[in-house]
Nanobody, 127 residues
Framework: VQLQASGGGLVQAGGSLRLSCAASGRTFSYYSLGWFRQAPGKEREFVAA????????LYADSVKGRFTISRDNNKNTVMLQMNSLKPEDTAAYYC?????????????????????WGQGTLVTVSS
């Protein structure tokens, strides 16, 4: 089972980036997926999550209205569209597979609900 994140980079404040995460090794459509981020010296924090078929999403308050999570079950890919980026969005971004099939709910904000993590892609927002 593997997750491969891409799309990070350097962008000015107010700009946009689109992260992608390609998955393999599981029946993709059975699992919720999440994005988390970790800034230097800080704990990993929840960003967004999406249910198995994409019908439900969760967002951290800090990104709501600016970020959009989506998935393509035909391509085994989850995306994170990030608009109106701020310097405080600077972090390594990680995609993650839920540990259990068909699991969904507010608890998906917790890192403990995920068992497979991608390698991280770095997003740097300059002011």
């Amino acid at each position: 089972v593997q997750l491969q994140a891409s799309g990070g980079g350097l962008v000015q404040a107010g700009g946009s980036l689109r992260l992608s995460c390609a998955a393999s090794g599981r029946t993709f459509s059975y699992y919720s997926l999440g994005w988390f981020r970790q800034a230097p010296g800080k704990e990993r924090e929840f960003v967004a999550a999406i249910s198995q078929r994409g019908g439900s999403t969760l967002y951290a308050d800090s990104v709501k209205g600016r970020f959009t999570i989506s998935r393509d079950n035909n391509k085994n890919t989850v995306m994170l569209q990030m608009n109106s980026l701020k310097p405080e969005d600077t972090a390594a971004y990680y995609c993650a597979y839920a540990a259990e099939r068909f699991r969904w709910g507010p608890n998906m904000r917790s890192p403990s609900e995920y068992d497979i993590w991608g390698q991280g892609t770095l997003v740097t927002v300059s002011s």
